[in-house]
């Protein structure tokens, strides 16, 4: 084998698990999760993570070992990550890292900012008080106090709360923390590093069809286990989640969950595209569906 590693990204939808799996049967590769939401052990369904007869085809690593009660980090990940390719390495066998998490693959080639903890006292005062002034007053203060953030969206809660988070945390800007370069956890290795990127009917379709399944196999069942969940974690921001949520709630009914959750996962697949142009233009952008594999292993 010419590469030490095998990169696959993608947005939502795209066939990543699909192609990951089949090279890593190709080459005896073990695939290791790049995928935020897929690390929850709760929500296989709703996270799209591989079944079970998938499971058995090849190994796969970092897929559903943390509870959807915890916060799974960049940080976390970078650890993992790097523990588990150690091992790989240490077999012989190729690494094939699949997901749609952009942060992640920028862990893997680029490299973590060292950027503090923050302790769960700080992230309560900055919810508390983003609650008690509003959104808006809450982004017009922050952008003050650190002006790179005025390049967020005021709707951009998750990024908003983060960069709050820092900055109250360390005195300093997330900007500032973001400029400093980490180690990547694949430095010194070969890669061969790919993007799924099919035409947008093909994507709408796939997302459509593949929520419907996601229904058919019991996502709805998963969420219904976590109605307690916080909504402020992670997992309870999870693609048809809060659509599913408020369904169990008797505000909307299902058609209307599902067709929200569809919708606010094309959007989700749009900005996934949007990260790749911008941090990926230099790795290999794969357009056509079908022939993912032939494309991938015919440069290894």
Do not use: C
């Not at 970078?78 to 240490?90: F, S």
């Amino acid at each position: 084998m010419s590469v030490d590693a095998v990169l696959i990204a993608g947005p939502t939808a795209a066939g990543k698990s699909a192609a990951a799996l089949a090279l890593a049967e190709r080459i005896g590769g073990v695939i290791v999760n790049t995928d935020a939401m897929q690390v929850y052990s709760e929500l296989p369904i709703l996270s799209g993570q591989p079944a079970a007869d998938e499971l058995a085809r090849a190994p796969h690593r970092l897929y559903g070992h943390v509870s959807a009660s915890e916060r799974y980090s960049a940080g976390r990940f970078q650890d993992e990550a790097a523990a588990e390719l150690a091992t790989i390495v240490r077999t012989g066998r190729v690494a094939v890292f699949a997901g749609g998490t952009g942060l992640y693959f920028n862990v893997l080639t680029r490299g973590l900012s060292p950027i503090p903890q923050v302790s769960a006292v700080i992230r309560a005062l900055v919810r508390s008080r983003f609650e008690a002034i509003g959104r808006e007053q809450f982004y017009a203060e922050l952008v003050q106090r650190d002006p790179a953030v005025a390049a967020l969206r005021a709707s951009d809660t998750q990024r908003l709360l983060r960069a709050a988070d820092v900055l109250e945390a360390t005195g300093r800007p997330l900007s500032q923390w973001q400029a400093i370069a980490g180690k990547p956890v694949l430095q010194g290795l070969k890669l061969a590093r790919f993007v799924l990127a099919p035409g947008r009917e093909f994507l709408v379709e796939r997302i459509n069809r593949r929520f419907d399944s996601m229904i058919s196999h019991g996502a709805v069942d998963e969420v219904r286990a976590l109605r307690d969940l916080d909504p402020a974690l992670p997992a309870a921001r999870m693609l048809g989640f809060p659509e599913l949520s408020r369904y169990l709630k008797g505000e909307q009914g299902l058609d209307q969950a599902i067709a929200e959750a569809q919708m606010a996962t094309r959007r989700f697949a749009r900005r996934q595209l949007t990260w790749f142009r911008r941090y990926m233009a230099d790795w290999r952008w794969l357009t056509e569906p079908g022939n993912n594999l032939s494309s991938i292993a015919g440069e290894l």
